[in-house]
């Protein structure tokens, strides 16, 4: 094989090369390969709505469904980890079940969060973090203050509450994400009430993102 048949065999391979050879997003489209081009935005917000069944621990209430709204704020230091807090207004809804008393109970709390959470997938994360409940109202079906005449509780029955919770996220389009959440918060309670103070159960939410999740900030 002289010279210059070498030399056109090199110079038709580039050209072919160069033709059908396929770019990064084909490979990323195809095969997952090739850069991640895609961006992920620091600073985001969230809107939610959410069921609430939770109630005292114990045997002697049974959970009613009640609701729980509000936002958070977002940051993300990396594509896998970032932080959250905001505040929601929590509505704890229960019956008792005992032998002389069939009345319910309605709590209202604002609900703070620190959390952290952890990015596994693009449409997947998980949160745990530490919860503070501010006490708004207490109130029971039947009167309960008896010098008041009134439904709602005196203020040393049900207080303030430090909890936990952990949480799973799933993004089921574009800006909208489900979440399935458990939560515990307690405080000290008076002993021979029947009135707890010390709190469990889940919630299952959906949110909307305010910006775009997977997009840079300009």
């Known amino acids: 094989m002289n010279l210059k048949t070498v030399l056109w065999l090199v110079v038709f391979s580039l050209i072919f090369d160069l033709t059908f050879a396929q770019g990064d997003e084909n490979l990323l489209l195809q095969y ?3 850069p991640d081009i895609t961006g992920y ?3 985001n917000f969230d809107l939610h709505l959410q069921g609430v069944y939770i109630g005292p621990n114990g045997d002697f209430t049974t959970p009613k469904i009640g609701y729980a709204f509000g936002s958070n704020v977002h940051y993300k230091y990396s594509k896998s980890i970032g932080v959250s807090t905001g505040v929601k207004l929590l509505s704890v809804n ?3 079940k005992l032998n002389d008393n069939k009345t319910h109970d309605h709590l209202s709390y604002l609900s703070f969060p620190l959390s952290i959470r ?3 997938t693009r449409r997947t994360h998980f ?3 530490l919860l503070y409940h501010h006490l708004i109202k207490a109130k029971n079906s039947a009167i309960v203050d008896l010098r008041q005449k009134s439904n709602f509780y005196p203020d040393n029955i049900f ?3 430090f909890g936990w919770l952990f949480a799973v996220h799933y993004s089921v389009w574009k800006k909208f994400r489900l979440s399935v959440e458990y939560r515990f918060f307690k405080k000290s309670t ?3 009430n029947i009135q707890k103070n010390n709190f469990n159960g889940f919630l299952l939410g959906i949110n909307f993102l305010i910006l775009n999740p997977n997009k840079k900030a300009q």
């Open 32 to 34: 997952r390969k090739g």
């Open 41 to 43: 935005r620091k600073w």
């Open 94 to 96: 229960y019956q008792y």
């Open 118 to 120: 952890v990015f596994p």
């Open 127 to 129: 949160e745990t973090g």
């Open 159 to 161: 207080k303030n509450a």
């Open 190 to 192: 008076i002993t021979n």
